[in-house]
């Protein structure tokens, strides 16, 4: 079954999409995080991480290419952001399509919560 991604990447459902190319494309989350909280999918349907072989390099690449000129765009290139790729359940990934968060707009503070 086509991830929720792929079905943003068919114009199947609505998101705010502001970049893309042949390899990715980026929209706003749904559920932001930060003034500036934006998702970069590469367009090949991979689930997780750990399923990325040579061939995706790619693709993968692109991720950090499209975040800077997106960061650029939004106007917080300067200030700062972060990237983020979170990994099955205790990375706390949700959608199994792989996808970068590109955060920022904000003093994001630590990188982890504090835990016991
Ligand atoms: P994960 O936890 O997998 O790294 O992140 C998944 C992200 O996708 C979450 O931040 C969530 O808010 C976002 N998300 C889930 N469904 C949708 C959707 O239908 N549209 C958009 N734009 N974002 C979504």
Redesign the pocket.
């Known amino acids: 079954m086509a991830s ?2 792929t079905k ?1 990447i068919n114009r199947e ?1 609505p ?2 999409i502001v970049y893309e190319d042949d390899l990715v494309i980026a ?7 930060a003034p500036v ?1 934006i ?1 970069i999918v590469p367009k090949k349907e991979i689930a997780t991480v750990n399923d990325v072989t040579a061939e995706d390099e790619m693709a993968l690449g692109r991720l950090f290419t499209a975040a800077a000129k997106i960061a650029e765009e939004n106007g917080i290139a300067a200030s700062g952001y972060r990237l ?3 990994c099955n359940e205790d ?6 399509h792989i ?1 970068m ?1 590109l955060l920022g707009g904000r003093n994001l503070g630590p990188m982890l919560a504090k835990h016991d």
């Open positions: 929720i991604f943003i459902i998101s705010d929209f706003r989350d749904i559920s932001p995080q909280h998702l983020m790729v979170n990375g706390g990934q949700e959608v199994f996808h968060h």
